[in-house]
Every structure is written in structure tokens, then in C-alpha cells.
């Protein structure tokens, strides 16, 4: 048997089930070397000795029929979990204790899995590379002093460097996939509507969705079939019929027809990431797909959309942390001043900035010009996806339009910063499902990521394309442990 | 203030002022639960004892609609013969405040749920029309309490959440005593369907009311001021009065009149600026992410419909064709539920026309002067139908009938108890009267002589005599017949 920690989630449980290994043996094993990952800077909240006696717990008299028996697991700091610290990645929640528990980390308990701690992630997920933390940056195990990508990047590093099996993250505008690309992953967003929001603390509704992030498609499918399920206290939640999704993992994917928007092909693109598009494209030919080439005539407009749709709900859904109920709270001379202290010491500048833009792009005179026309635009948006529905089964692009960049390379340029999501953020517009699975290096040794793009509420047909395409790239992450003494 | 009831008019020196006013009520929907979460809506609680994670608006709650409250606002809809729209929207409007957990009130701006109806108001001069503009759903907020501590406010979350319909009229109303009306009708078309209790104490009816004035005979409509947030109908009209001639002294003085928000102050009878136009809050209303356009179907509307009891208006129509009331009586026997189901079980068994003015008259006065609701009603509406019997029998006269009405009051007893106990049967035998009046002609012989002399106005001398020595229990119609044949 290979060392705990590398085996992949699947692995783990059948070893579990097994009976070779005991639910302690592998929370002990996990929660050991996030100890000696401090460097990494994953984790905002340890729950480390409560985990090894729910192990224990577990192992007394264990439910083996359970989809996730004694596995430990760390969760993105944006997960409500009751009587553990919740901060969003936030000072503004830097002493918040839910005392409920969000219904995404409740089903995976529920299949008898362990909360491990709390990951770092961008300050209430708004972010690209993790820097907006207020617990500061995460560290990529691909090299030192590299971003992990973000929002979800304590999420992707913990999962790469092996800290946790498996993990969950949300996603925005590309906050699971480009991470997931960053670190050599797996990431899928599913269709907005799958996971249910509550208790996940919000960025902008209409956008977040919660998701797994693993090692493989496959454990990318159970963690999905634990997670997705409809939830009367969430109003967007869908009730349509999930599949089982790892039962039904197949890499029987002929026939299937994969489309390649052209609009993808945007300016000044690295001649690697056009290069892996190229591979991307061998790989899926190669599984006995037919490719075309489709059109998505608005994906320019998708970012320019997104940083008005998401701020102006952002902008919104922010104003309850304001030092009165919960939370950080500054003293004021009156209530307007403890406000005003509150919020400016209590969020970081990227938030900030968001709700400032978010403020003003609903503000009366410019509702219209702003927020209403880029309603307007997310429909044509949409109606692009439908239309290349039409005609194709799932969309094949880039996940990132680069590799992972340094830490502090982009904190001063927000703009190229948010370009990061440019390829990831129309998904989001659209409320598709979408993956990110790793497909190559760069001539740093970077891991790069591809994207597939799916139809609403067929993940499955994602999975099992991202499943075969998985088997004919073979990815080896590098990861050296550098962090590690 | 012109004499002339039916018009409201401010005159100055050769000017006459007419009053614009629209109001936007604000009532409690009834209903065990809040809008969006599942907490209880009872009033009188402790602090803070019926709030959940999502009236706190912690991280990650979530609204979920309540169904009933969208039901009720239909029917509320359908009461006012206003459209109900198949497909509404829920906006956030943006402010904060200390008691405004959210940072946003979840409302509805663009798309209500009901559009536009008409009310109904019964003046003294004839009927009037009053349009509904819109009526929409969304969420009471917290209340702020400033007077426990010197230093400190305190908040109290167990308002937060709860559902109101905001119902706008149009600018239809032209005097307080219209106002007085308009929302009596609409208190009682909702007390009617069940949908808001009207209670002004509790706070479950407010206004906020839009006055503008305008020179009689114009069209245009002045600049407004709304006052906001007035709790009972009296500081309505008191306010209007007080706002409409405020406006008119600043025309008369050559000056404008800013738009603004006001305040009433009851205390001193006037109203003062909260907030001009100018620092009027920008809501930044958008539509809820957290909730999708509520959509309802003609089928789930009709059964709503169904459900619809008898309103106002067409109670009043059938009281009058049916039990051949006068429209002042029927209006005030329609005015709540309560009042109607009364008399209706009243006259099952006994006299439309005297149990009409029993309502009206000694009963209403009784509960005025106890300050008792009629179902709090000291007499059943089975007794003072007995009551009304015995009366329309000839077993007492009108006049005793008060006396056992009294002692009703005192004790829901039957009253031919009451009649038999005190004694109070009246004396309708002809033998035992003659004896009587033959003995009050005697004892007066000399008023009898004057009488037959042509002092007819001594006749009722004699009757008051005999009523006298029978303890009012003589049948006056008896002893008239009796005692003209005997002078």
C-alpha cells in the first residue's frame, strides 16, 4: 500500500472499507502532514484533535455503507460550519461561530466524512490568487511563492500538496476551475442550482455554486453525487434527477460531439495554452469524439458583465456585515460612523473596491446603463450556449489563459488580474456546468488546465468526457513537498 | 374650511385651496409566520425571542417565500377588484440601518403582485371612487428602541421579516374625512377576507400620506410632501389638516414648496421636515438573486377566488334589497363582519326593522360607553333576539324593554327571566286596566271635568297617572283606547 496521504479518495475507501485501513489511520495520516504544511498557509482554522476523535468515533462502530466512511476532509473557509470559526477569509468574520451548518458541508457529513479545518480562500471568495485574504497568502506546492489561484486557492493547494483527499470550493466566475488549473487538479463547477447555498456565506447569488475539488474525474463524481442535492431552503435550487454520478462514470465517450469556440482564441493568448488546446483537442479526437468549431459571438462582453453583475449583487449581500448584529465591530461616535470605521477596517481593499463598483453601478441614473443592460448581455450570453447546444454535446477551451504567476506579480493591476476569469466567468453568466482538468505543463513546469463545458444538469456526460480525456493525458503532478523540511 | 360637507376647501383672502391626497398603506398581513422564514408573527413577545438565522440575516440564510402570505395579498387583490399579477417580482431596496439586519429591505418595486382596483367609500352625499395604484409584498423591518438608555439604542429583530402589503392608492382623496373613510373601507375589506386585523395599536395599519394642494379649479397637481409612518386614522386626518394648511400659507406667501418627507408630531400637532428631495435615499432596488419571479397560475388565482366570503359592498346591496334597510343602515351594519354576522343572527328569529334599531341604538351607545367591540358583545345576538320578541309581542312595552336591556347588560340572561323575575310582564288585561283608570279618574275628579270642558291637552296627564300607578307595566296602547272611552 502506497503512504496514506497519496492514495486517491477512491483508494482510501476502499482500503477503509476493507478494513486496511481504520478511518484514525487516515485522519491521523492527513492531519500530520498539514501539520508539517503550515508554510503553505492552506488552513485558517484547524479542527485537528476534534478530527482524529470523530475518527476514532467512526472506527468504534463504522457505516461502511456510507459514501465517504471516516474520510477526512478540509473545507473552504466560506462553508457555514456550525460551532467551528467561519471567516469567509475575512477580518469582518474573524470571531464569527455559526451555530448552523451550511447543507453542501451537511450532506458530505452526513456520508461520513470529517471536517479536517477550514481553507484559506480570497476574502468573501473575491479574488484570483488568494491575496485578498485577511489570513494572508496561500502557497501553491507547485513552487514556492506561487499564487494557488483563488478564490478557492487554500482549497487547491491542500489538495495538491495532499493535506486533504479530497476538498470543496465555490465558484463565482472561475473561483473552482482556475485554481483547480493553478495546481494540477481537478475542479468542477456543476450547474447553478445543484448545490444548495445555504449556509455558504454569499459573494453574488445568481453566480455562486458550490463544488468538488480532487486529485481525479472519478473522486471529482462521488464528491459531486454527495454534494448535489435540492434543498427547500435555498429559492434557486433545482429538483431534477441526479445521477450517481461515480457509479456511472464511463470513458465511453464515441460518438460524442465537442464544439471549439472561436472566440476563445482571444489576443496575445501564450503560444502554450494555444499549444494544449491543440493536445486538448488530439486527446478528445482520440476518445472518438467529433470536434466542430462553434461560435459564441459574446464571450467578449462575458467580462465586462461579470464585474458588473457580481459587484452589484456583492454590493448587496455585504451590507449586512456591519458591526451591529455579528462580526468585526469598530467603535463610532454614532451608528453612521461605526459603520463607516466598521466596514473600512473590516474589509480588505478588493472588497472594498468591489462594493464600491457594485454600489454604483445600481445607483438610479446608472441602473440602466449598467446593471440592466448587463442582464441584457448575460441572456445573449446564454443564448449563445444554447445555441452551440444545439449543435454540440459539450465546449472544449482553455481553463486559464496562463499558468499559476508569482505572488504579488498581478496585486497591483486589478484588471489583469480579473483576466484571469476570462475564459471561466461566461460559464458562471450561463449557470453551466464546467471542469477543469489538468492537461500539461508549461516550459516552467506549471501545471495547465483544460475546461470542458457542459449542457445544464448533465454532468455526467462532463464527467465522463473529462474521465476519458483524463486517461489519455495521464498528468503526473510535481509536486516535491518543498515546503516541508 | 368651507361649509359646504361634501367639499373640503382651504380659503384664503380670494383664493380657494382644494386638498390632493394619495395614501400608501402599510398592513400586517395576518399569518402565523413571516414572509420569508418560519418564525412566528405574535405579537407581544419578548424582545428578540421570534427571530431566526434569516430575520438576523447571518451569513448564508437564505429567504424561502411563504406561501400563505402570497395567498393572502391575492385575495387582498381580489377584495380591492384589482388585477393580480400572474407574475411579480421581488427587488431588494438598499438602506442600512441598525435595525435593518440585511442592509436591504426585500420588497417589491417593478412587478407587484397586484395592480391596479378600485375602493368604494360611502360618504354622506353619495358613493366615491377611489383607485388603487398597485399593492405589493415585502418585509417589516426591526424596531429600534431609543428610550431605554441614555446612551444606547437598543433593537428588536421580532418585527424583522414580518409580511406587510403596501397598498397605494391614487391621488382619489380630497379632505380628511375622505381619508377617514377610505381607510375604515379598506380595514374593513381586509377584515373581511381574513388578510390584515387593522389593528392600529399593534401597528398592524400604517400610512404614509401624500398631500399636495392646488387652487380650486386647476388641474395640475401640486408639489407633494409624504409624512410618513402616521398609526391611526385620527393623526391622519390631523396631520393632512395641519400639512394641506402649512402648503397653502407658503403659496399665499408667494413661496414654493419643497418636496420632502415630514414627520407628524402628535404631541404638537404639526408636521416637520424629515428629509428633502434632495437627501432622499437612492435604494439601489434590484431584483433579489436569492429569490426567483414569484409566479402564480390562473387555476391556483380561481381557488383563491372561492375562497372569497362576501364583502362590503355587496352585504350592504343585500341588506338593503333583501331586508329593505336604508343605506345609512346597512352601511353601518356591513362596516365590520363581526357587526353583520350579528344582526343576521339577531333577525333569524325576530323583527328586521326593530332589531335594526336596537343595534344601532342601544346597543352600539352600550358598547361605546364600555369601549367593547361587538364580539365582546354583553348580549348575545340569541337574547336581544328574544328581547325584540317580547316586544313585538305586546309582552313588554319599548319602554320596559330598556329597563330589561340594562339588566341584560349586567347578565346575558334570557330576558323573559329578566321580565318574569322583576315582575316587568306587561298588564294587557282590560278588566284590571279599567279598574286602574277608573281609579286615577276618580282621585283626579276635577281634571276630568276640565278635560270634558275641552282641555284636551290633560290626556296625557291621565296616561302618564295610569303608567304611574301600573310601575310602567300598563300596555299604553290599551289604556289610550281605555281611557278615551272613559273621559
Redesign the interface.
Known amino acids: 500500500m502506497s503512504e496514506i496521504t497519496k492514495q486517491s479518495l477512491s483508494e482510501l475507501i476502499k482500503n477503509i472499507k476493507d478494513k486496511k485501513l481504520s478511518s484514525t489511520e487516515v485522519t491521523k495520516a492527513f492531519v500530520e502532514r498539514s501539520e508539517k504544511s503550515k508554510k503553505l498557509n492552506a488552513y485558517v482554522t484547524e479542527d485537528f484533535s476534534a478530527a482524529i476523535d470523530k475518527a476514532k468515533k467512526f472506527d468504534e462502530n463504522p457505516n461502511l455503507d456510507l459514501k465517504l466512511p471516516g474520510i477526512p476532509m478540509a473545507v473552504k473557509d466560506l462553508f457555514c460550519t456550525k460551532n467551528v470559526k467561519t471567516t469567509a477569509g475575512s477580518k469582518m468574520l474573524n470571531n464569527f461561530i455559526p451555530t448552523y451548518e451550511s447543507t453542501v458541508t451537511q450532506n458530505i457529513w452526513n456520508e461520513g466524512a470529517i471536517l479536517l479545518g477550514k481553507l484559506n480562500c480570497d476574502e468573501f471568495a473575491m479574488g484570483s490568487s488568494n491575496e485578498t485574504s485577511f489570513f494572508g497568502n496561500v502557497q501553491n506546492p507547485i513552487d514556492k511563492d506561487l499564487v494557488p489561484g483563488g478564490s478557492s486557492g487554500g482549497s487547491s493547494s491542500a489538495v495538491a500538496a495532499q493535506l486533504t483527499p479530497i476538498t470543496i470550493g465555490t465558484d463565482t466566475g472561475g473561483s473552482i476551475r482556475q485554481p483547480a488549473s493553478f495546481t494540477g487538479t481537478v475542479g468542477l463547477k456543476p450547474t447553478y442550482g445543484s448545490c444548495s447555498r445555504y449556509g455558504i456565506v454569499a459573494f453574488a447569488s445568481s453566480l455562486d455554486q458550490a463544488g468538488p475539488m480532487a486529485q481525479n474525474v472519478k473522486d471529482c463524481a462521488l464528491l459531486n453525487e454527495v454534494i448535489s442535492s435540492y434543498d427547500e431552503k435555498d429559492s434557486t435550487s433545482i429538483d431534477f434527477k441526479r445521477n450517481n454520478y461515480s457509479k456511472e462514470l464511463t470513458n465511453n465517450i464515441k460518438g460524442k460531439k465537442i464544439g471549439i469556440p472561436k472566440e476563445y482564441r482571444i489576443d496575445g493568448m501564450p503560444k502554450e495554452i494555444e499549444d494544449l488546446w491543440k493536445k486538448g483537442i488530439e486527446y478528445v479526437k482520440d476518445c472518438g469524439t467529433e470536434i466542430l468549431d462553434i461560435s459564441l459571438p459574446h464571450t467578449n462582453y462575458a467580462l465586462p458583465t461579470y464585474y458588473i453583475v457580481a459587484p452589484a449583487e456583492a454590493s448587496s449581500n455585504l451590507a449586512r456585515y456591519d458591526g451591529v448584529k455579528y462580526g468585526f465591530r469598530a467603535d463610532g461616535e454614532n451608528l453612521i460612523d461605526m459603520y463607516e470605521k466598521t466596514r473600512s477596517e473590516g474589509f480588505g481593499a478588493e472588497v472594498q473596491r468591489r462594493i464600491m463598483i457594485g454600489t454604483y453601478v445600481l445607483s438610479s441614473g446608472y441602473y440602466d446603463a449598467y446593471y440592466l443592460k448587463a442582464q441584457k448581455v448575460r441572456k445573449l450570453i446564454k443564448n449563445d450556449f444554447d445555441e452551440a447546444y444545439k449543435k454540440v454535446d459539450a465546449i472544449l477551451t482553455p481553463s486559464t489563459p496562463s499558468s499559476a504567476f508569482k505572488i504579488g506579480e498581478k496585486t497591483n493591476d486589478p484588471v489583469s488580474m480579473y483576466l484571469n476569469d476570462i475564459f471561466t466567468v461566461p460559464v458562471n453568466l450561463a449557470g453551466l456546468p464546467g471542469i477543469s482538468i489538468p492537461a500539461g505543463h508549461d516550459a516552467k513546469g506549471y501545471p495547465l488546465g483544460l475546461q470542458i463545458i457542459g449542457k445544464a444538469f448533465d454532468e455526467q456526460n462532463l464527467l465522463n468526457i473529462a474521465y476519458a480525456m483524463e486517461e489519455k493525458i495521464n498528468f503526473k503532478n510535481k509536486i516535491t513537498d518543498w515546503w516541508i523540511k | 374650511m368651507s361649509k359646504d360637507k361634501s367639499e373640503y376647501l382651504i380659503n384664503r383672502k380670494d383664493n380657494q385651496y382644494e386638498v390632493v391626497i394619495g395614501l400608501e398603506v402599510h398592513a400586517q398581513v395576518t399569518s402565523e409566520s413571516k414572509l420569508f422564514s418560519t418564525s412566528s408573527t405574535k405579537f407581544g413577545a419578548e424582545p428578540n425571542t421570534q427571530v431566526s438565522?434569516v430575520d438576523?440575516?447571518?451569513?448564508?440564510?437564505?429567504?424561502?417565500?411563504n406561501e400563505y402570505c402570497v395567498k393572502q395579498a391575492i385575495k387582498t387583490g381580489i377584495g380591492l377588484k384589482a388585477k393580480i399579477n400572474k407574475r411579480s417580482v421581488f427587488d431588494?431596496k438598499?438602506y442600512?440601518y441598525?435595525d435593518l439586519?440585511?442592509?436591504?429591505q426585500i420588497s417589491q418595486f417593478k412587478d407587484p403582485i397586484v395592480g391596479e382596483g378600485k375602493v368604494i367609500l360611502d360618504m354622506p352625499d353619495g358613493q366615491k371612487e377611489v383607485g388603487i395604484e398597485r399593492l405589493h409584498l415585502e418585509q417589516d423591518a426591526g424596531k429600534s428602541i431609543h428610550d431605554l438608555d441614555p446612551k444606547n439604542?437598543f433593537?428588536d429583530l421580532n418585527r424583522s421579516g414580518v409580511a406587510l402589503m403596501e397598498i397605494v392608492s391614487k391621488p382619489d382623496l380630497r379632505s380628511p374625512y375622505e381619508v377617514n373613510a377610505y381607510v375604515k373601507k379598506l380595514r374593513s375589506i381586509m377584515r373581511y377576507l381574513g388578510t390584515c386585523d387593522g389593528n392600529m395599536q399593534e401597528g398592524s395599519l400604517r400610512a404614509d400620506v401624500n398631500v399636495s394642494v392646488r387652487k380650486k379649479g386647476t388641474k395640475e397637481f401640486g408639489t407633494r410632501c409624504e409624512i410618513k409612518n402616521v398609526n391611526s386614522i385620527k393623526f391622519m386626518q390631523m396631520a393632512i389638516e395641519y400639512e394641506a394648511n402649512r402648503q397653502v400659507d407658503l403659496i399665499e406667501d408667494g413661496q414654493s414648496i419643497d418636496q420632502e418627507t415630514r414627520l407628524f408630531d402628535t404631541k404638537k400637532n404639526e408636521t416637520r421636515s424629515m428629509r428633502s428631495k434632495e437627501d432622499a435615499h437612492?435604494y439601489?432596488?434590484?431584483p433579489d438573486?436569492?429569490?426567483?419571479p414569484l409566479e402564480v397560475s390562473d387555476d391556483f388565482i380561481e381557488k383563491l377566488q372561492l375562497e372569497i366570503p362576501e364583502l362590503p359592498d355587496e352585504k350592504k346591496k343585500r341588506f338593503i334589497e333583501k331586508f329593505k334597510l336604508s343605506p345609512y343602515e346597512a352601511t353601518i351594519l356591513v362596516s365590520d363582519n363581526e357587526t353583520s354576522n350579528y344582526f343576521e343572527n339577531v333577525i333569524k328569529k325576530s323583527d328586521v326593522k326593530l332589531a335594526t334599531n336596537w343595534i344601532i341604538g342601544e346597543l352600539f351607545a352600550a358598547l361605546n360607553e364600555k369601549n367593547l367591540e361587538i364580539i365582546e358583545s354583553p348580549i348575545s345576538a340569541g337574547n336581544l333576539s328574544k328581547l325584540i320578541n317580547l316586544i313585538k309581542d305586546g309582552t313588554i312595552s319599548g319602554k320596559i324593554a330598556k329597563t330589561v336591556f340594562e339588566h341584560m347588560l349586567e347578565e346575558d340572561k334570557d330576558p323573559k327571566k329578566i321580565v318574569e323575575e322583576k315582575g316587568l310582564k306587561q298588564e294587557s288585561d282590560p278588566k284590571a286596566l279599567e279598574a286602574l283608570i277608573d281609579k286615577v279618574i276618580d282621585d283626579n275628579r276635577e281634571k276630568a271635568t276640565e278635560y270634558k270642558s275641552g282641555k284636551v291637552k290633560l290626556f296625557g296627564f291621565f296616561v302618564g297617572q295610569v303608567m304611574k300607578v301600573s310601575g310602567g307595566k300598563a300596555n299604553p296602547q290599551l289604556v289610550n283606547e281605555i281611557l278615551k272611552k272613559k273621559l
Open positions: 438565522l438576523a440575516a447571518l451569513p448564508g440564510m437564505l429567504p424561502v417565500i431588494r438598499n442600512f441598525a439586519p440585511q442592509g436591504y439604542t433593537v437612492d439601489r432596488y434590484f438573486p436569492d429569490l426567483l
